[in-house]
């Protein structure tokens, strides 16, 4: 027996020794919080539970320390549930909410309708708006009658979630909108508006729209229309101030940031905008759609066949998280899942050591798990999906003194998610310094895969594909603009099938606007636009990566030669390293070539390393380097491959997808030192969190 087998054995021991002599409480929704907490008479609701614990604390943690078991059933929360400092265990007596084994848990912050309060539409005026087909189908109901007291209108203009959702028997049912599915294009850009806090007088942009269905809208309740208004990267909800029936002609009721239509600076960009309205009475127009009027509380819905059982409709109400952890330590939440929220499941912020494991998040208007501060947070083996924005934000570390948050996101399956805020919501964000993403199977979004900012993150052993299916310019795994953000190493994910849309596309790894000191080692990117990208940075590392049917392999571009324009229009680059102490220690030890930046020919893109790197069956430029001549030997490029075929390459087993190589691979004859991928170790792995795999 090896000395790592008896340390593992060890400390399996030792953790099932305190499991056994943890103190119980039970819950159950068929329990009762006068009864005694016990499996024969559990609690009913998380607080009591709560507040067992905390007595049971008064005078210390109990050794081994609490597990709370949630027996079978639906916790409808109208509140968050909250645990503060209070609530912590330690290392040798943590604290755990538990799923019972083999139960199904389900913490909600919906709102059940019964069948039976479901009611014809009488009112004339509302009848008249609906079309002649929907009217006999389409049922109302008085949330009021519900205990609902109010739903805000939209703002005026919002990215994400700004109203409740309807499922039915857990599938989300499609807001009323038009058209019915995808998009319709902008016609001709009449004025494209101002840019959101650019322009001295602030004002929505007008263009023309094509056919006849906008002249049926009554908008004096609110109409909002979702658009990809000015670039392919970026989609904003904007509520409509008028339309003009004669011009064929919409206005909107407040600036996009970019304003509307193409911005003339970039004439390359030229794909059609596009946008559909949503939550329109006059759009009710097939079944399973459902719209609500926030003024009245009134909702109304055309039932799918079948669809309409005794409290088989959900509509989400709790805007709060449902879990909050406030200063939390050493607290676990375990095989239990989240569903049917306007806000984010869990929040955590500060504390150590907190960990989500085994958990299933879904149905949600915003993210899954968001940590902030605090340090050691471990997000493990769980499920999210079908999720309106991200799927784990981690944020942690201090930058001031790079002190490592080491925040973890482990083996989760995040995929359709982003369905709401569909840009710059990916399924994992790292900030702040020394978090980690490791393990994650990440697939189906509009937009980005992953994004990254800070300094010293670790992100290896993705596996992400089938993102970037709306939107172009896009990326797996995305960082940008700040030249202080250095130190973190993207090595052995797997990243295929980015297509993007547009002009530029997508890209595996995108370093964008001169982020600097980034070391990509050991990955496999199929099918990307541009797989490896740097733009305009410097002092970064494309070494041992090998690239697939991707139309450039490797880019480095000069975006930032131009300093001045640069700083006329980006003066945020400035305003973040002035923001970091990175002419003293720590920072000027750990990052030298940052001390003298602005006085090192600032804006020119040098001492990136392009080495050992393969590229297979890829476009004309495998190595795309546009206006970088003056800067070639800045830079360093030596000891690439670039072969015509997969044959030649000599992977496994290509047509499957399996890009590992063959022993007998040319590339370790032809590249000196490279070294082999461990591709079997990408993605997702069974443990005591995740019994089975996903695909």
């Known amino acids: 027996m090896t000395f790592f087998t008896i340390a593992v054995t060890a400390i399996l021991t030792l953790m099932a ?15 009762d919080d006068g009864a005694a907490g016990t499996a024969a008479a559990p609690f009913s609701t998380l607080e009591r539970a709560r507040d067992a614990a905390r007595e049971t604390m008064v005078d210390g943690l109990p050794a081994g320390g609490i597990t709370i078991w949630l027996h079978e059933g639906l916790y409808q929360l109208e509140e ?16 755990s909410y538990r799923a019972v084994d083999g139960e199904q848990v389900r913490l909600s912050g919906g709102r059940q309708i019964a069948a039976t309060a479901l009611g014809p539409v009488t009112t004339a005026d509302i009848r008249q708006r609906l079309g002649e087909r929907a009217r006999d189908q389409v049922l109302a109901i008085d949330l009021k009658t519900l205990g609902v007291q109010a739903i805000a209108q939209p703002p005026i203009s919002f990215r994400g979630a700004a109203l409740p959702e309807l499922f039915a028997t857990g599938e989300r049912m499609p807001i009323a909108r038009w058209p019915n599915e995808g998009w319709v294009t902008m016609g001709e850009i009449i004025d ?33 229309l979702q658009g990809y208004w000015c670039w392919d990267w970026y989609e904003e909800s904007i509520r409509i101030a008028s339309i003009d029936t004669t011009a064929h002609s919409i206005t909107l009721a407040a600036p996009h940031p970019y304003g509307i239509g193409y911005d003339p600076d970039y004439v390359w960009a030229d794909s059609p905008r596009k946008f559909f309205a949503l939550n329109l009475l006059e759009e009710l127009d097939q079944p399973g759609e459902w719209y609500l009027d926030t003024s009245s509380l009134i909702l ?12 088989d409709l959900v509509l989400s109400i709790l805007q709060e998280p449902l879990v909050t952890m406030e200063s939390v330590s050493h607290v676990s939440f375990e095989g239990i899942t989240f569903e049917t929220s306007r806000g984010t499941a869990i929040e955590i912020r500060e504390g150590a050591h ?3 494991a085994a958990c299933t998040f879904r149905n949600l208007a915003q993210g899954g798990v968001a940590v902030s501060g605090g340090t050691d947070h471990l997000v493990v083996g769980c499920d999210i999906y079908d999720v309106g924005s991200f799927g784990i934000s981690l944020t942690g570390g201090d930058r001031q003194t790079l ?18 805020q569909r840009t710059y919501a ?36 993705n596996h992400i594909h089938h993102i970037a299916q709306e939107t172009g310019d896009v990326v797996a795994l995305y960082t940008g603009r700040d030249w202080s953000a250095r130190g973190t190493v993207i090595r052995y994910n797997f990243m295929h099938d980015l297509l993007g849309t547009g002009v530029v596309g997508s890209m595996g790894v995108y370093l964008d606007d001169c982020i600097c000191g980034t070391e990509v080692y050991g990955n496999i990117i199929h099918k990307a636009t541009y797989a490896l990208h740097s733009g305009g940075g410097r002092d970064n590392v494309f070494r041992n990566n090998i690239v697939t049917e991707s139309k450039h392999a490797v880019h480095i571009d000069t975006r930032c030669a131009d300093i001045e324009a640069v700083k006329k229009r980006m003066p945020i680059y400035w305003e973040r390293l002035e923001a970091v102490p990175y002419r003293e220690p720590p920072w000027s030890e750990r990052y030298p070539e940052l001390v003298d930046i602005l006085d090192d020919d600032l804006g020119m893109p040098k001492r990136n390393v392009v080495e050992r790197n393969v590229a297979v069956a890829c476009g004309e430029e495998w190595l795309h380097v546009p206006g970088m001549e003056p800067y070639l030997d800045q830079n360093r490029f030596e000891n690439n491959l670039e072969l015509a075929t997969y044959e030649e390459a000599g992977f496994v087993d290509a047509d499957a997808l399996d890009l590992r190589l063959r022993e007998d691979s040319i590339v370790f004859d032809e590249v000196a030192g490279f070294e082999q991928i461990p591709f079997d170790e990408i993605g997702l792995y069974e443990d005591e969190f995740r019994k089975r795999l996903s695909r």
């Open 17 to 31: 020794s305190s499991m056994s002599n943890a103190t119980e409480f039970h819950i159950s929704p068929k329990g």
């Open 80 to 95: 968050s549930f909250a645990l503060d400092e209070r609530d912590s265990g330690s290392d040798s007596s943590p604290i």
């Open 192 to 224: 494209r508006g101002s840019r959101t806090g650019a322009d001295d007088i602030q004002k929505g942009g007008t263009f023309v729209y094509e056919g006849e269905r906008p002249s049926r809208w009554s908008i004096a309740d609110g109409v909002w």
């Open 300 to 311: 109304y819905m055309w039932p799918r066949d079948g669809s309409i059982v005794e409290n």
């Open 354 to 356: 907190n960990r989500i």
């Open 403 to 420: 002190t490592p948050g080491r925040h973890t996101a482990l083996n989760n399956h995040i995929h359709h998610f982003a369905r709401l």
């Open 426 to 461: 990916g399924a994992v964000h790292l900030n702040g310094v020394g978090n980690r993403a490791a393990h994650n199977l990440i697939h189906d979004a509009p937009h980005l895969g992953m994004e990254f900012i800070g300094n010293d993150h670790l992100i290896e052993y």
